[in-house]
């Protein structure tokens, strides 16, 4: 059964800093393409930044120069580092991790960026 922990998020001033942390519980992860979503209250979750198993990323434009994807094979793990955080950053997290066709979700973890 595939498990996925995100953790770091929290309450951030505009212009502030969090890095998000998604711990899979999976075999394989380093064959897994790795992504971050978001979704903001009353809005549609959105696809924030992926990360293949090749480790190359992508972004939406929104937060693109902004937050950076990583990976850690050994140890399960994909990263969002959020700077230069917005008030329009303020969303739930998941972490999503996809072998093909199957997709995984975790919990999600609250980031709100408010002064």
């Known amino acids: 059964q595939v498990q996925l922990v995100e953790s770091g998020g929290g309450l951030v001033q505009p212009g502030g800093s969090l890095r998000l942390s998604c711990l899979a519980s999976v075999r394989n992860f380093n064959i897994a393409t790795m992504a971050w979503y978001r979704q903001a209250p009353g809005k549609q979750r959105e696809l924030v930044a992926s990360?293949?198993?090749?480790?190359?990323?992508t972004y939406a434009d929104s937060v693109n120069g902004r937050f950076t994807i990583s990976r850690d094979n050994g140890e399960n793990t994909v990263y969002l580092q959020m700077n230069n955080l917005k008030p329009e950053d303020t969303a739930v997290y998941y972490c999503n991790l996809r072998f093909g066709v199957q997709n995984y979700w975790g919990r999600g973890t609250q980031v709100t960026v408010s002064s």
């Open positions: 990360v293949t198993r090749e480790y190359t990323p």
